[in-house]
T-cell receptor
Framework: DAGITQSPRHKVTETGTPVTLRCHQTENHRYMYWYRQDPGHGLRLIHYSYGVKDTDKGEVSDGYSVSRSKTEDFLLTLESATSSQTSVYFC????????????FGQGTRLTVV | KNEVEQSPQNLTAQEGEFITINCSYSVGISALHWLQQHPGGGIVSLFMLSSGKKKHGRLIATINIQEKHSSLHITASHPRDSAVYICAPSGNYGGSQGNLIFGKGTKLSVKP
């Protein structure tokens, strides 16, 4: 299994609070991704990174920011959590831009109350 | 807009049956992944295809680029195959050459 660790695995937070999710990899892969998974929608891309300090928006980036200060860590921040951000969040990594090999983390279940 | 369509959405089979899950897509792609997600679990990439056919154990994946269609077959299905199977083409979406877009998944349940 690829070395991807997401933390926390579960979190309950209140509306309006900031939340940071962490994705840590030990594979030294250049590309990292944050997705959210919701019933009826499948997985959707939030943000991705193609290197240290290089990030870009995905399909559903509103309300989220990311940072990548080291190759191994990709942080997803909800600046002010809303109930619509209740979801399961997955981190993924890839060695190449073409996602020729994609590895996913175990997911973080976030509930905003 | 549904750029990736999977069928069926739900599938129940008896152990030993041959199973086919279909994926049609409307976008240009460079490759296509089949992913497996067990209940409450993470996501694993089973195959990455850019043409033809791949086989891994009891799993076979095919793709027809011209028809924009891929299939995942499971031979001699087993209860441990029960999972959600997700089709995920990769292509030039959102400014990147290889971003993935995802089907909504096919929930497979194999009964003993």
């Amino acid at each position: 299994d690829a070395g991807i660790t997401q933390s926390p695995r579960h979190k309950v937070t209140e509306t309006g609070t900031p939340v940071t999710l962490r994705c840590h990899q030990t594979e030294n892969h250049r590309y990292m991704y944050w997705y959210r998974q919701d019933p009826g929608h499948g997985l959707r891309l939030i943000h991705y990174s193609y290197g240290v300090k290089d990030t870009d928006k995905g399909e559903v980036s509103d309300g989220y920011s990311v940072s990548r200060s080291k190759t191994e860590d990709f942080l997803l921040t909800l600046e002010s959590a809303t109930s619509s951000q209740t979801s399961v969040y997955f981190c993924a990594i890839s060695l190449t831009e073409m996602n020729t090999e994609a590895f996913f983390g175990q997911g973080t279940r976030l509930t905003v109350v | 807009k549904n750029e990736v369509e999977q069928s069926p959405q739900n599938l129940t089979a008896q152990e030993g049956e041959f199973i086919t899950i279909n994926c049609s897509y409307s976008v240009g792609i460079s490759a296509l992944h089949w992913l497996q997600q067990h209940p409450g679990g993470g996501i694993v990439s089973l195959f990455m295809l850019s043409s033809g056919k791949k086989k891994h154990g009891r799993l076979i994946a095919t793709i027809n680029i011209q028809e924009k269609h891929s299939s995942l077959h499971i031979t001699a299905s087993h209860p441990r195959d029960s999972a959600v199977y997700i089709c995920a083409p990769s292509g030039n979406y959102g400014g990147s050459q290889g971003n993935l877009i995802f089907g909504k998944g096919t929930k497979l349940s194999v009964k003993p």
